[in-house]
């Protein structure tokens, strides 16, 4: 059985994501930082809760505790939490930061030790073409329209985490996801976007790649998304 964990998973993306891994089989650990919330989604999918808050250390050890407490190992970690404020003020953009970066890094370093318990650990982290240099400075992309100043850097930061991850930690297999344009809570001011279960499917797929997929790449619903 796939031990998986994702994070922000009580609604959007990371919500239909839980439902497509446990639908595969896998034991999922719906991580949410706001417990009424995260235990309904949970419940609803028929996977296990855990409080987690990637902004807040002593939430994130805690969670591993859990997990290694009722498992001992974790094969799977998606880095789904994120956070879409565009003020360029500063505390907008420190917690845009914490939540979209250092958050990676926060739950990524806590789970190390029991990824490495697994034959064929995997992480993914959530990006955006938005973040994508190529994706920004392409006038056929979407991307290239739309100004996000705080955010597109934070997701450029998290590719650039998976890069380095994958370059130094290369037992574990580490990949970014551009999900698609969603209608979430994310971007319910720029409505038009495609559903989360739509969305969802590209992330569960690269979180069920076998062991001779890739690592350090970045992917999308086509294929590689040039950095």
């Given at each position: 059985?796939?031990?998986?964990?994702?994070?922000?998973?009580?609604?959007?993306?990371?919500?239909?994501?839980?439902?497509?891994?446990?639908?595969?089989?896998?034991?999922?650990?719906?991580?949410?930082?706001?417990?009424?919330?995260?235990?309904?989604?949970?419940?609803?999918?028929?996977?296990?809760?855990?409080?987690?808050?990637?902004?807040?250390?002593?939430?994130?050890?805690?969670?591993?505790?859990?997990?290694?407490?009722?498992?001992?190992?974790?094969?799977?970690?998606?880095?789904?939490?994120?956070?879409?404020?565009?003020?360029?003020?500063?505390?907008?953009?420190?917690?845009?930061?914490?939540?979209?970066?250092?958050?990676?890094?926060?739950?990524?370093?806590?789970?190390?030790?029991?990824?490495?318990?697994?034959?064929?650990?995997?992480?993914?982290?959530?990006?955006?073409?938005?973040?994508?240099?190529?994706?920004?400075?392409?006038?056929?992309?979407?991307?290239?329209?739309?100004?996000?100043?705080?955010?597109?850097?934070?997701?450029?930061?998290?590719?650039?985490?998976?890069?380095?991850?994958?370059k130094t930690v290369p037992d574990i297999t580490f990949n970014a996801v551009e999900p698609g344009y969603t209608d979430t809570d994310l971007t319910k001011?720029?409505?038009?976007?495609?559903?989360?279960?739509?969305?969802?499917?590209?992330?569960?797929?690269?979180?069920?790649?076998?062991?001779?997929?890739?690592?350090?790449?970045?992917?999308?619903?086509?294929?590689?998304?040039?950095?």
């Amino acid at each position: 059985m796939t031990v998986t964990l994702v994070t922000g998973a009580n609604k959007g993306i990371g919500y239909e994501t839980v439902r497509l891994l446990v639908a595969a089989g896998h034991t999922v650990y719906a991580a949410a930082r706001d417990e009424e919330r995260g235990r309904r989604a949970a419940a609803e999918l028929g996977a296990r809760f855990v409080r987690l808050d990637v902004t807040d250390d002593a939430s994130v050890v805690a969670a591993m505790k859990t997990v290694e407490a009722e498992q001992g190992r974790l094969d799977v970690l998606i880095n789904n939490a994120g956070l879409g404020l565009e003020s360029p003020t500063g505390p907008e953009a420190l917690l845009v930061f914490d939540t979209n970066v250092v958050g990676v890094i926060r739950v990524t370093q806590a789970a190390l030790p029991l990824l490495r318990k697994s034959d064929h650990p995997v992480v993914v982290n959530l990006s955006s073409a938005l973040g994508s240099f190529h994706a920004v400075t392409d006038p056929q992309r979407p991307a290239f329209h739309v100004p996000s100043l705080v955010y597109g850097s934070s997701k450029a930061a998290v590719s650039m985490l998976t890069l380095q991850y994958a370059k130094t930690v290369p037992d574990i297999t580490f990949n970014a996801v551009e999900p698609g344009y969603t209608d979430t809570d994310l971007t319910k001011d720029h409505p038009g976007g495609r559903s989360a279960e739509v969305s969802a499917q590209v992330v569960a797929r690269v979180a069920m790649m076998g062991k001779d997929g890739p690592t350090g790449t970045f992917q999308e619903e086509d294929g590689i998304l040039p950095w």
